[in-house]
RNA sequence: GGCCUUAUCGUCUAUCGGUUAGGACACAUCCUUCUCAAGGAUGGAAGCGGAGUUCGACUCUCCGUAAGGUCACCA
């Protein structure tokens, strides 16, 4: 309901979105979610989707966020139409390099009266927040308003002149009708006495010259929205539709997440081995549900199904418990030779695995990347597999403890007698025989049970894998072919001779 | 302190006045099993409190409470 009319203007008009983030570190979760509700809306109706770089603030600034805003956004699979890199109709897109346009328009606002130069010192900005502070009300420039200010030669800060004094009511597509009082508008800073714009200036300009229609924001930026309607309103323009995301708190849910606190940058995923596609469906289910019940969504899911009203407005915590399960369900989707490349490269790059030779028999690694693939929900796993030693056996010959080779409550001479009775059996069997897992349980299985299957059974698998934990004996004898096999059990008889 | 918001299982959420309040993750138990994982089955688990409105409220209104945001020459 709330969101009606909204909704008809996406369709009459182009939709244009952006992200503007500024270049002051990585990319968090929450930074990476707004771009991608911008992104989807922008998608979802054949839209513009705009990356702007918003590098207003000098001091501020870390050396390569951008590339690794860039980075990040790709490995997302989070693409724009126009950006710093491509280009595009109203470029440059990096506000510090659009100085001259913001010029123009504080002198249109300063010709107005609307703007006028200011060279209160910080000192003296101290006092009056202090006072402010004591007297248990919220601080106003306004307030303080000097009566002959100096003509700006762009050595001062240029403020913004509030024009009247008044309520403004606005609808957020996602939080319904909004307003705020006169408490909310002040004579803010256009221009920075450095010369640079603040954002509360530079992304209003910025959205009008790019023609954004849908405005994807945290709700931190609520509060200011009076300000910069009385600024659009200045300007003779029409704001954008306001659509604000939900925060994402930290653990414990009572402190929005941001760098301070731990938030994870999202290339931190990479390394860890969790799929774009699992980045995104969780994100975009972090503050956002279609309704029913379905939870694994692929990214033409994601952007068929996106509406604004479907959004959460309340707070959602980042917990990842839910990101390996919903990592292995993309990884299901994934096709059979795509997914064991992956494997195969996660094992070249694991300094334990990568020496055996065997890694490249073509026979035998097509048997093992299914079992790894059982075994994990993320590609970091099997590194994690590999220190827990349940890799190499694979390629190995175990070191065997004796004392672990005897089941319970088992004793030495029964144990031989049925490692000699499998390695027998194996022997004699047929080759096809051991074409399957389930083949070569059809020749030992009946043996085992009658005469105790952990007699049987676990000193056999504890013989070629040399583990507690590892597949069953079965499927190691297919993997490990009947010549390796037999001579592993050889062995086991042996230390226990 | 002013202003603006939010509030359903531990977590992410469904419900848009009438449901035994549904699902997923996580957890527990059982089955399958020599072990681990996977798989199957089952289970525990929620409407912040208080007033209204209504035949009926998780849903609407108000008051509390708690939480978040904001009050920068940061975005």
Known sequence: MRNNMTENTEKKQKVVTRFAPSPTGFMHVGNVRTALYAWLLARKYNGT????????????????????????????????????????????????????????????????????ADDTTEEELDVFRKKAEEDKIAFLFRDHRPENPPTWDGSQSLRFKVPKLKRYTWTDAVWGELSAGPEALDDFILIKSDGYPTYNFAHIIDD??????????????????????????????????????????????????????GAKDVLEYVKEGYLPETMMNFLALLGWNPGGEKEVFTKDDLISLFSLEKMQRSGAQFGDDKLDWLNKEHMKM??????????????????????????????????IYPIIFDHISKWSDIDTMVGAGELSYYFQSPQLDKEKLVWKDGNITDTVKHLKW??????????????????????IFDYATENGRGQVLWPTRFALSGKEKSPDPFTLIYILGKEESTARLANAVKTLS
Not at 225 to 251: C, N, Q, R
């Open 334 to 367: 994934m096709s059979e030779d795509v997914r064991n490349a992956e494997i195969h490269k996660w094992l070249l790059k694991n300094p334990e695995i990568s020496k055996f030779e065997k890694l490249n028999d073509e026979k035998l690694m097509p048997k």
């Open 422 to 443: 499998v390695i027998d059996t194996l022997q004699n069997a047929p080759e096809n025989n051991f074409s399957s897992p389930d083949a070569i349980k059809s020749l």
């Open 208 to 261: 009008i010259l790019m023609g954004v229609t849908h405005v994807m924001r945290g709700q931190e930026f609520i509060a200011s929205t009076p300000k910069y309607l009385s600024v659009y309103e200045a300007l003779g323009m029409t704001p954008p539709i306001y659509a604000t995301t939900p925060p994402i708190m930290g653990e414990g849910g009572n402190k929005k997440l941001g760098k301070r606190d």
């Open 49 to 116: 989707f705009i990356l702007r770089i918003e590098d207003t603030d000098k001091k501020r600034e870390v050396e390569g966020s951008l590339e690794h805003i860039l980075k990040s956004l790709k490995w997302l699979g989070i693409e724009w139409d126009e950006g710093p890199d491509i280009g595009g109709p109203n470029a440059p897109y990096i506000q510090s390099q659009r100085l001259d346009i913001y010029k123009k328009y504080a002198n249109n606002l300063i010709e107005k009266g609307l703007a006028y």
